[in-house]
């Protein structure tokens, strides 16, 4: 049976559910403590609900004048805003109107091509700019480095580039050399990323801050952070000051570890060192101390960058919501999201995913189905996620079928993790003709 609507198919499920015992609490009283954050939550939802959201440019579909300037300037704001095709769909028109693109229209379309991954087709557009008859610049053959370092990790031929860019007067700059010690990094291939650093200052190219954080981001990813500790002291030390990223980086290793004490000194001494914390350090320290479990200590951090006057952004705001959750009070939480509404909070899916998620844990499927129900009633659309969550919930409670005639549902898209569950459902449970009808 297929249903139109998600919570028609969601009511059938509760109405399966035996009723739970009156009288019988779901939770134990809250303390003061307990309190006292969820206030402080509330307080904090509604201060974020009044930032002004951050809009978009709006981006002209077409040049203003058929000009190759205009173009190349059209083509470069829809590359920074991930628009692909639209960069593409510029560069054919352009050549349809006989305006035949230059270097920088080329490298923009390039560029391009290689954030959105499609090597193949960077390198035909570049082989198409050769047979033009145009020579590849400095900032042309950093896309290439970049195309070589992160798409095919074939450094080998990165390095090449450069070599080629010195023989032939192309000299390679910071940027080019950033390039693939990032790459390199990325890779977690460090000795061979100091080896460029090397030739870099033996061309007498200065490293900057975008040459070093990935080194220290790759120590970190590989947990060695005393060397990371002792590369940011040396770049503090040399004049090549890190900068908030790289700080974050650095912070982000230690809360992993719960090194904490790490993360107060690199706080304490950011005036010194000339950088400010910002939302994504205080989001990254907060998330640090929610794993921890130290829930109190997150709140008092929150109050530190509320009187630094950093306003929580909505990844802060699910930090916060997920440590809650993480402290025993994933009920309460559930109740904050079906009031958000009262509390001017535009909760998003994240939200309810997090406390959902949270619920399923703790084996509460008739709350992740009511929160599951509040959501769809304010119109805020499900995602594959979503769906995994409560039909995981209905079969840790022995509910397949109801998750099955879930699934069915109109509007929701499933993933791999959805029908993985319900296959390996099924399958312990011995209906392997339910697993079946999966795949027809």
Known sequence: MRFKHPTVCVRLCQSRIPKKPAGKSLRSPELDSAGKLLLRFSEIVKQFSKRQPVCSPVIDARPRHPHRFEYSKLMKEFKQAGQVDQVL????????????????????????????????????????????????????????????????????SAFEIILWMKKFGCSPDTFTYSTLIAGLCWDERVEEAFGVLDCM??????????????????????????????????MENTGCLPNSVTYNVLIKAFCKIGAFDEVDEVLEKSGLNGWKPDEVTYSTYINGLCKWGKVDCTFQLLEIMLANG????????????????????????????????????DADVINYNTVMSRLCDEGSYRAVLKLFTDMLKKGITANAWTLSIVIHSLCKAGKPHEALCLLDSEGLVANVVTYATLIHYFYSAGKVHEVSLLFS
């Open 89 to 156: 769909s510029l560069f054919q028109e352009m050549k349809y109107f006989n305006l035949w693109p230059d270097m920088v229209c080329y490298t923009i379309v390039i560029d391009s091509l290689v954030m959105e991954n499609r090597p193949e087709q960077a390198l035909a557009v570049f082989q198409e700019m050769i047979t033009a008859g145009l020579a590849p610049d400095t900032a042309c053959c950093t896309v290439l480095v970049k195309l070589y370092s992160f798409c095919l990790k074939q450094f080998d």
């Open 201 to 234: 200052l033996d061309d007498e190219c200065p490293p900057n801050v975008y040459t070093y954080t990935p080194i220290v981001n790759a120590y970190c990813s590989m947990g060695k952070l005393n060397e990371a500790k002792n590369l940011v002291k040396t």
């Open 310 to 345: 950093l306003v929580p952004n909505a990844v802060t705001v699910n930090i916060l919501l997920d440590c809650l959750c993480s402290g025993s009070m994933a009920w309460e939480a559930k109740c904050l999201l079906e009031r958000s509404v009262e509390l001017d909070w």
